[in-house]
């Protein structure tokens, strides 16, 4: 079984400003790790995802995580935020090898003020 | 590519009624498709796992009487809420794997409420 923290419920930031959203995991076995966005009101958009190789992950909207296994983190950065970057984020891992459900992070508010 | 659809997007239906909510994969086929409950301000609950052609997988705790899901079709996955009570309401996701499996897409939910 697999386990995610995200350790910040809120990050408010102004416009521009760099942004880093923190994902710790827990697991006994190899993961896969990903981020989606949600808007107000709407499903959940895959912001990127790690399965293999390079460790440093580019998505959408400017968005980048680095995996880092020996932490057990997956955090999400932006150097640069934009006020339609205000949305809720989630960090999921799953099982690489099993049936790829996956867990949920309990997700991150991130707030960009003008 | 890997769009899901889920209709209606919103509905109000009253107390003891039963509503339908439909997932479909637009532009892959999906043996797979998950559904998911999320209350304001919180992560995303799975409820089951719907697969193509044979009953549905339940999470602990999720009444399957009361939750019927079906999955007839590779592009197609029905959530009913049967007998539908105001506990009910809330944010429903549905998603399904593309490619080898690994990776979930998801719906733009439906929002129910019942009154």
């Known amino acids: 079984a697999q386990s995610v923290t995200q350790l910040d419920s809120q990050v408010p930031v102004f416009e521009e400003a760099p942004v880093e959203l923190r994902c710790n995991y827990s697991?006994?076995?190899?993961?896969?790790l990903f981020w989606y966005v949600q808007y107000p009101n709407q499903g959940l958009q895959l912001l990127l995802k790690?399965?293999?190789?390079?460790?440093l992950v580019k998505g959408i909207n400017g968005f980048e995580a680095e995996f880092n296994k020996s932490q057990t983190s997956f955090h999400l950065r932006k150097p640069s935020v934009h006020i339609s970057d205000t949305a809720e984020y989630f960090c999921?891992?799953?099982?690489?090898?099993?049936?790829?459900?996956?867990?949920f992070g309990r997700g991150t508010s991130l707030i960009v003020h003008p | 590519g890997a769009v899901v659809s889920q209709h209606p997007s919103w509905v109000i239906c009253k107390s003891g009624t039963s509503v339908k909510i439909e997932c479909r994969s637009l532009?892959?086929?999906?043996?797979?498709m998950f559904w998911y409950r999320q209350f304001p301000k919180q992560s995303l609950m799975l409820m089951a796992t719907?697969?193509?052609?044979?009953?549905?997988?339940?999470e602990q705790g999720v009444e399957k009487d009361k939750f019927l899901i079906n999955h007839a079709s590779l592009t197609l996955s029905t959530l009913t809420v049967t007998s539908a009570h105001p506990e009910d309401s809330s944010f429903y996701i549905c998603?399904?794997?593309?490619?080898?499996?690994?990776?979930?897409?998801f719906g733009p939910g439906t929002r129910l409420l019942v009154l």
């Open positions: 998603s399904a794997n593309s490619g080898r499996g690994e990776t979930q897409y």
């Open positions: 697991s006994s076995v190899s993961v896969y």
């Open positions: 790690y399965l293999s190789g390079s460790t």
């Open positions: 999921a891992v799953s099982d690489s090898g099993g049936s790829y459900i996956p867990t």
């Open positions: 532009d892959f086929q999906a043996t797979t």
């Open positions: 719907s697969n193509e052609g044979s009953k549905a997988t339940y």
